[in-house]
């Protein structure tokens, strides 16, 4: 089954919950992706290109999740067939992901190098076997 590429915004609460439960949910989940309206890989921008626009309004939202804390951003590789983007999203690389997300489906953490960080550079990247540190990055339960 192909893969594609997500980003999840996750606020700390769902950090520590993908290290307790072992996955990202329930479902639906709100994330971003290459979608229709982001663009046509090839046309318009480059699919690299793509996937770091959506990338960057996850960390947009995660801003808006962290509470206080860190931000984090969670990239996946999730069944496409899992991913929907709807009509009717005012971000463009909106999409949903009707199941929940495994552990062994995420690949990589981007987490705020200090807390109230916004912009891009301040995240630092995380192998999803960094779990730990990221857990104990963002804090709380």
């Known amino acids: 089954m192909p893969l594609t590429r ?3 915004a996750l606020a700390p609460a769902a ?6 439960a072992g996955e990202v949910g329930p479902a639906p989940l ?5 979608t229709p309206a982001l663009g046509t ?3 318009v921008t480059d699919e690299e290109e793509l996937e770091h626009l959506a990338w960057v309004a996850a960390t947009e939202e995660a ?3 962290a509470g206080g804390s860190r931000r984090v ?9 899992a991913v929907i983007a709807p009509d009717t999203s005012d971000v463009p690389s909106r999409v949903e992901v009707t199941v929940p997300v495994p552990r062994t489906r995420v690949v990589s953490f981007h987490v705020d190098e200090t807390p109230g960080d916004s912009g891009t550079a301040d995240l630092l990247w995380f192998d999803v076997t960094e779990l730990a540190d990221v857990r104990a990055l963002v804090g709380g339960a």
């Open 15 to 20: 950090v520590h919950d993908l290290a307790s």
């Open 41 to 43: 890989p090839g046309l």
């Open 30 to 34: 709100r994330a971003h992706g290459v």
């Open 6 to 8: 997500v980003y999840l």
């Open 73 to 81: 951003v969670a990239s996946a590789d999730v069944d496409a067939s």
């Open 63 to 65: 801003s808006q999740v």
